[in-house]
């Protein structure tokens, strides 16, 4: 619940920020939040991790063209207290909501059964169920892993025939 309530308030929170290294950050911290709400509704955190990776390279290819571009820019310090107001507002309003009702459905996570067998083998040193690797590639989460690394490699080729080095650089000079 909690999760789900820091995600929503970063939402909501993008409409304050007008600087692209802000508003990176805060996607950071919303993929973050999203790989760790996913890595408990799934029984596996291996989909979460590879997610995170994704965006993660992602954004750090964003931040070097962003830093690039707005090298200078200033962060302002307008504050629009009308739109602050009602964002507090709204979010009072929400928390008392999720408060207030003790049986969410949309919050019932399951508990990820690998790594409470990984806490009792490694904590207790109990070795007689080795665990294996191979639950990356069960018939349950085969075909996501199988999207996932299409995916990826269309976006590299895709990528590669988008910039050619004879071409120059992505950025035109503003001289």
Do not use: D
């Not at 962060?75 to 739109?83: A, C, G, R, T, V």
């Not at 690394?149 to 950025?171: A, D, E, Q, S």
Request: net charge neutral.
């Amino acid at each position: 619940m909690l999760l789900s309530l820091l995600l929503l308030l970063f939402s909501l929170m993008m409409m304050f920020f007008n600087h692209p290294l802000s508003m990176g950050l805060m996607i950071l911290l919303q993929t973050i939040i999203i790989c760790m709400i996913s890595g408990m509704m799934i029984n596996s955190y291996w989909f979460s991790y590879i997610l995170f990776l994704t965006f993660l390279g992602g954004l750090m290819v964003m931040f070097i063209y962003v830093s690039s571009m707005a090298s200078n820019e200033m962060f302002s310090k307008f504050i629009n207290y009308k739109l602050l107001s009602m964002f507090l507002l709204m979010l009072m309003i929400i928390t008392t909501l999720m408060l207030k009702t003790n049986y969410l459905t949309w919050m019932n996570y399951n508990f990820n059964y690998e790594m409470n067998e990984i806490k009792y083998n490694y904590i207790f040193f109990n070795n007689e169920n080795m665990i294996e690797l191979n639950s990356l590639y069960n018939s349950h989460s085969f075909m996501m892993m199988l999207l996932l690394i299409n995916y990826l490699f269309i976006t590299l080729i895709v990528i590669v025939k988008i910039t050619n080095i004879f071409y120059g650089p992505i950025r035109s000079n503003m001289f």
